[in-house]
């Protein structure tokens, strides 16, 4: 039976929309998690700029939260929608490829890996999977930096639009 409430996806999306939302929630958990496997001076930088990344992990929950996951969401709505799981969706894989493709290293030249070349048995010095390792990574880095910026943008305007405007009332007059 197909939804009467303007603001409601059709039958059957809203599963689909709890799962892009849940998805895009925990991608950046998993980045991390994937990301210790190959931990090195790059993680350490990480965690001395923790608070930057934190907030806009914090940005990117609330964002989901209110838009994706409540039934009145505003990114649950027209072509909103539509949008807004194509930018989660490329923040989540984004956001994991970078984990799982970017170098990182500890203090020798042996050390130098990352989590996809440790998967593929690369050799510890530079090789043809490294520099495939690095490229994925810079490829990645865009749709994750793009689809994280368009979905809280999406969100935003849209919060915006749904604002109802005040009416203007004069200031009293005083004699």
């Not at 989540?92 to 990352?114: K, N, R, T, Y």
């Amino acid at each position: 039976m197909p939804s009467t409430r303007p603001g409601e996806p059709p039958a059957g999306e809203g599963g689909l929309m709890a799962v892009t939302a849940w998805v895009t929630i925990l991608a950046p958990l998993v980045a991390v998690a994937i990301k210790l496997a190959s931990a090195g001076w790059l993680l350490v930088f990480l965690v001395f700029s923790s608070p930057l990344w934190l907030a806009g992990y914090a940005l990117l929950v609330v964002c989901v939260a209110r838009g994706l996951l409540r039934r009145q969401g505003v990114l649950r709505e027209g072509r909103r929608r539509t949008r807004a799981r194509i930018w989660a969706w490329l923040t989540s894989v984004g956001v994991v490829l970078v984990s799982l493709a970017v170098i990182d290293g500890g203090d020798s030249a042996e050390s130098v890996q990352s989590t996809l070349t440790l998967l593929l048995g690369a050799p510890a010095s530079s090789s043809f999977t490294h520099d495939l390792s690095e490229f994925i990574a810079l490829l990645a880095l865009l749709p994750w930096a793009l689809g994280w910026f368009a979905l809280l943008v999406e969100w935003a305007v849209g919060a915006q639009a749904r604002r109802q405007a005040v009416p203007r009332v004069a200031p009293p007059v005083v004699e």
